[in-house]
């Protein structure tokens, strides 16, 4: 819970929800993180043999266009959600026992035209998405 706020943030929850009922096992949860900052929080369930990634769109309701989005996943070795914790990164990287991290958040891009972030979700990640608003 306190690695999700210091990601995350906390603040006012803002509603969410998966349009596509194709993907049941994809969760959404979003947050104002501040101000300017909301957060929306991803988890996808589908894992084992067959699994594949999902391709998730974020639209708000606040105009997107020229805002700056960022994303940082959880994501164990190939998706083997058994995998011990030496196999689990986030934002790339392990976190070692002495509590140090080199994880990054990465960059993602704001279609202009259709205000929309796009981004693929392997099985059994999560991710939290931050979108700096004007």
Known sequence: VELHRALAGGGKVLPAKVARETNSNLAAYANLA???TVCVTLINKNHGPGATNT???IALDAPLSGQKAQVIFLAANGGDITAGSSDVTLGGAPILE???WRGKWQSL???KATNVITLMMPPATAA???IKIK
């Open 34 to 36: 501040g101000a300017k």
């Open 55 to 57: 391709e998730v769109q």
């Open 98 to 100: 002495d509590g140090s």
């Open 109 to 111: 891009a704001v279609a």
């Open 128 to 130: 939290v998405v931050r």
